[in-house]
């Protein structure tokens, strides 16, 4: 069965105390950290990816930032995600958008 909803994502510059009290509340199956840096991936049934989010960004410091994207195979949407300290802004679009503007690379 196709998952409902797919996250991918990455975020530098998060310290290992901020890592320490996001941690019990992130909803991702796959999360790694290392010096400084998270990624995290998701495929399953509907979670609030959302609110993570922006409580990874309220955590980050200067400097720290990064990206998440959203896919929601029910809608056919892609939520992109820009985080930075204490600021998450996102832009939804049409998958086929999305592809549509990537289709005939490769054929140059």
Known sequence: MKPDLRVYGEVRGLPPEAWAALAP???????????GTL?????GRFLDAG????ALCEALPPGG???ADVIDNDAWTITRY????????????????VLENTKNEGNI
Request: proline share 5%; net charge negative.
């Open 25 to 35: 509340d992130c909803p991702f199956e796959d999360v790694e950290y290392a010096d």
């Open 39 to 43: 990624a995290f991936e998701y495929e």
């Open 51 to 54: 609110s993570f989010l922006e």
């Open 65 to 67: 930032g990064g990206h």
């Open 82 to 97: 820009a985080l930075a300290p204490g600021r998450c802004d996102s832009q939804t679009f049409g998958i086929n958008d």
